[in-house]
């Protein structure tokens, strides 16, 4: 069964920094995709940045620049430096994880960091 454990998130001001964390166990097979996604309230799920196993990395336009995702694989974890933090930026951040078996992709989502920002 797989599952995730995240932590970093919290409040902090407008222009501040904040790095997210999120540790995948318990996959049977390789993890390729690792991403993180977000949800405002009365808003749909939407992609932050995401990371493949060798590295190639993809960010929403309203993230670019300011957030900076990695990985370890070794360790299953991947990561999330935010920086220059806006009001539009508090939501529930979910870290989202590909699980490759033989023919197929499975998807899995961890429970979600609270992300809140002050001006």
């Known amino acids: 069964q797989v599952q995730f454990v995240e932590s970093g998130g919290g409040l902090v001001q407008a222009g501040g920094s904040l790095r997210l964390s999120c540790a995948v166990s318990g996959s049977t097979y390789s993890i390729n995709v690792m991403g993180w996604y977000r949800q405002a309230p009365g808003k749909q799920r939407e992609l932050v940045a995401t990371?493949?196993?060798?590295?190639?990395?993809d960010y929403a336009d309203s993230t670019k620049g300011r957030f900076t995702i990695s990985r370890d694989n070794t360790k299953n974890t991947v990561y999330l430096q935010m920086s220059s933090l806006k009001p539009e930026d508090p939501a529930v951040y979910f870290c989202?994880?590909?699980?490759?078996?033989?023919?197929?992709?499975?998807?899995?989502w961890g429970q979600g960091t609270q992300v809140t920002v002050s001006s």
């Open positions: 989202h994880a590909d699980e490759i078996g033989p023919g197929w992709v499975r998807g899995y």
């Open positions: 990371i493949s196993s060798g590295g190639t990395t």
